[in-house]
């Protein structure tokens, strides 16, 4: 096991730069980052749709720069690039489903945008440190499980085949141009800050509105199994990678605590909440063709060549997203 | 093996769209159309980089439409894919270093245009049948010889990436939303029509083009080994793929006859031109980086699938693509 980073000499006073700041994970790291003594600077594009939320960064706004763009407006990478020391990269499209029914604009942001963002870099910043968010989405229906970084990748949506674009193009501009960037796959993350509004971020978010508004959970099926990250986790994964040389062109799966069944997590939710109501229903047929059954990560590399471990148990990790959302819920609906 | 298709009864009076119809495959394919009783219409840029040449189809040009538009260019879509039975798609930048120094065109015409055809056929046309034309470069580097299709995808440039992106969108369409596609993995294809100007779609092009011009051949390494299918032969497995429900939703390596070194390649083609001169050169630098050492393909999966055998011999294959540019030459300068 690697020994621990020190992460306030790694980040202290360094200019780190977060696409996708406003959202769920972005916002916890840009926090995170302040705290460490970052000079950070957010770049999110507030499409409703997506996880931007400007109150993700109440408390902190102050000392963070934000400016409001989206990473397709490509005439203004260059100027936010230039000059910073890392990049975390974390714009994108997530919903399957609206990968399906407008499969374009999900190519612009998760595939295209992302090949403007290298060349800005190999044009104007090709010092700069990047790590990429990825999803275990690309690896579709597991042929064995846990899920190794060695999986074939088998995308079953359009979000998929861009998303391994998107990871690709970072890997060969590490390998060939020399831009050092390392990818992260995650699987479901979970916390504060997540997108509640529906589903189109992780259907965990939609279940905590449900439930904190008194409403029953719908689990589709509920056999699944799937493994959740806690945020504050994932957040940790994304300083390592970014501060140790030896995650360099190299990708790592995220994990968490031992997967459960969808049913199982409800009935966790539940009682984190204190009560509610979930049922099962069946899984909707249109949404059946791009599913990938059951998932959970073998996130034992990262382990061994960054010293990640997730530290967050899921009880622990649903009370806390539960109790910021009692406080929060009104400026996330 | 299946027994052979009758390709008259497959094709006379079916529509049929070619993009890249004015290109080297594209062109021979709608040669062989025409010859069948086929209706066949092609889409072409022109760009001068590419393969489009108006000689491509001398002696036919008056029995097939052609449409001089860029797959790029959206809003024509529908109406050309509108009505038709077949579509072979094969407009593509096939130049790998350019895919290097100019990626977001690589990406508009090998990704994005190809998800953009697609939702064409998914919402004028679903019907229609479709051969995509792939590529060997999306393997990389080979872990083992031949190359059969269940080994992993490692693009080592710009161009492999867009292409898995496209030849994905063809499956995931085809397994989601119904729209009956096949892709083939073409690995070198030679024959008359290809482009000679420079290296961009094939090296063996420039050789024909400097020997036929009495220049010496350069030959770089020269240890590598590589299989080439003769255009016809590729044009047969385009014919079986479009006609043979087995096909759908399927991937096939197209090979050729025994692979060669290159060098060896250059001592055919200058023993089948009754003279000439080559000379080995150090590989270099730029290309080294993004160069996949030895490829051959294991092709017989299409074989077994489909009754394809690559039928002409590399001798063969030379002679007649020598003969033809002795005779066509200034219209390929």
Redesign the interface.
């Known amino acids: 096991m690697p020994a621990p980073l020190n992460f306030r000499r790694a980040y202290a006073g360094k200019r780190v730069l977060i696409t996708g700041g406003l959202g769920f994970i972005g916002s916890n790291l840009a926090r995170r980052l302040v705290a460490l003594g970052a000079e950070v600077s957010v770049v999110d594009s507030l499409v409703p749709e997506y996880g931007g939320n400007r109150r993700n960064l109440d408390g902190v706004a102050g000392r963070i720069q934000v400016h409001v763009a989206d990473v397709r407006d490509w005439p203004k990478l260059p100027k936010l690039v230039a000059g910073q020391d890392y990049l975390f990269n974390l714009a994108g499209q997530t919903s399957h489903m609206d990968s399906?029914t407008d499969?374009?604009t999900d190519?612009?942001i998760n595939?295209?945008a992302q090949?403007?963002i290298l060349?800005a870099c190999r044009l104007h910043n090709p010092q700069i440190r990047i790590v990429f968010a990825s999803t275990r989405q690309i690896y579709g229906r597991p042929d064995y499980l846990p899920v190794d970084e060695e999986h074939?990748?088998r995308?079953?949506?359009?979000n998929g085949?861009?998303k391994?674009?998107g990871e690709?193009?970072h890997l060969?501009y590490s390998?060939?141009h020399g831009i050092r960037a390392t990818a992260l796959r995650l699987t479901n993350t979970i916390g504060p800050r997540m997108r509640i509004k529906d589903a189109r971020q992780t259907f965990v978010g939609v279940w905590i509105r449900r439930l904190l508004e008194g409403e029953p959970i719908e689990v589709w099926g509920g056999e699944q199994l799937r493994d959740f990250t806690y945020v504050d986790d994932a957040v940790e994964a994304f300083l390592l990678a970014a501060a140790n040389p030896k995650a360099e062109g190299r990708v790592f799966n995220l994990g968490g605590p031992p997967p459960v069944t969808l049913e199982a997590l409800a009935q966790l939710i539940v009682t984190a909440n204190g009560g509610g109501v979930y049922v099962v229903r069946e899984f909707p047929r249109d949404r059946r063709?791009?599913d990938i059954g059951d998932y959970y990560a073998d996130d034992r590399l990262i382990g061994r060549v960054l010293g990640w471990k997730p530290r967050t148990d899921l009880r622990t990790a649903l009370a806390r997203t539960l109790a910021y959302y009692r406080r929060e819920l009104r400026h996330y609906l």
């Open positions: 399906m499969p374009q190519l612009d595939c295209r090949l403007a060349e074939p990748l995308p079953v949506d359009v085949i861009n391994i674009a690709s193009f060969l390998r060939v063709k791009i």
